[in-house]
């Protein structure tokens, strides 16, 4: 393995042409440069490819697929195509700090035990209503705190968010690549699987590492509560026989406990 692939940044994309540039820029930025950057184009039918002809940097690989299989099968392909002994993830619309990978090298040289790291994410929520019309409803910093705890892994009092997290590649071989049967809280069941394996393997970063925004699309809401109900469901069965789940409350979706409940307080915050 060269020393230019200690890292490998994958990000999958599908028609973000006009905010991925910034992604990109935010890991051409990294104070710590041996890494190679696996952008994966879902099908997108915008300028996204002529974004990427802009950049000459070798590190920076581009492919694009024939159809449109979600971000979960784009990171597996990518997955197929890295080098690196450290694997990395950024969604196309959100952005690293300038010491992010450096961050991690450290924190991976002081605990060469761990397999996985995580920290913490500047994280702002926007909502878009049936008119069209985008609200913040969070603007703030996560903290999970100074330690990670399991038992509040899998009561999703921690999320490990795909942004945030960094893994060893050879342990892919042992947990299984993302579930492409989920198009939400895929992380989350991907770091399930991770605490499977590897229960002493998780460290927390007590910083702030990346600029994440998540949209809501709640035009159709019912559309958007099926979709959240079905991917819970689908992560109680599957993990339904571990001990650890037993202490959960998400599921069959609870008062104040499911998504709905908590996306439907913030709504109801804001207006006051």
């Known amino acids: ?61 581009y492919f694009k697929l024939p159809k449109n299989k979600g971000a979960s099968h784009a990171r597996n392909y990518a997955l197929k195509k890295s080098q690196g002994k450290y694997i990395a993830y950024l969604d196309s619309d959100n952005e690293w700090h300038k010491d992010f990978l450096e961050s991690y090298l450290k924190a991976f040289t002081k605990f060469p035990e761990k397999v996985i790291i995580f920290a913490k994410k500047n994280y702002r929520l926007k909502i878009i209503d049936a008119q069209g019309k985008e609200d913040i409803l969070r603007d703030e910093t996560t903290n999970h705190g100074k330690y990670f705890d399991l038992k509040r892994l899998w009561q999703r009092k921690i999320l490990i968010d795909t942004n945030t997290l960094v893994h060893k590649k050879e342990i892919i ?7 492409e049967k989920m198009d939400f809280w895929e992380d989350w069941e991907f770091t399930l699987r991770i605490s499977k394996k590897f229960p002493d393997g998780f460290l927390y970063l007590n910083r702030t590492l ?22 819970e469901k689908y992560i109680f069965q599957k993990h339904q026989k571990y001990p650890l789940i037993k202490f959960q409350d998400w599921y069959p979706p609870q008062k104040h406990k499911s998504t709905v409940s908590i996306v439907k307080f913030l709504i109801d915050k804001k207006k006051g």
């Not at 002809?53 to 590190?59: F, G, H, T």
């Not at 071989?173 to 579930?179: A, L």
């Open 1 to 61: 393995m060269e020393k230019n692939t200690l890292f490998s940044i994958i990000i999958p994309t599908y028609n973000r042409c006009h905010l991925l540039w910034r992604a990109i820029n935010s890991v051409l930025s990294q104070t710590y440069p041996f890494f190679e950057l696996i952008i994966v184009d879902d099908a997108s039918t915008d300028k996204t490819k002529e974004l990427i002809e802009i950049y000459s940097d070798p590190r920076l690989k």
């Open 173 to 179: 071989k042992k947990v299984g690549k993302w579930d």
């Open 210 to 231: 990346i600029d994440y925004e998540q949209k809501i699309d709640f035009s159709h809401p019912k559309k958007v509560i099926t979709n959240w109900n079905k991917n």
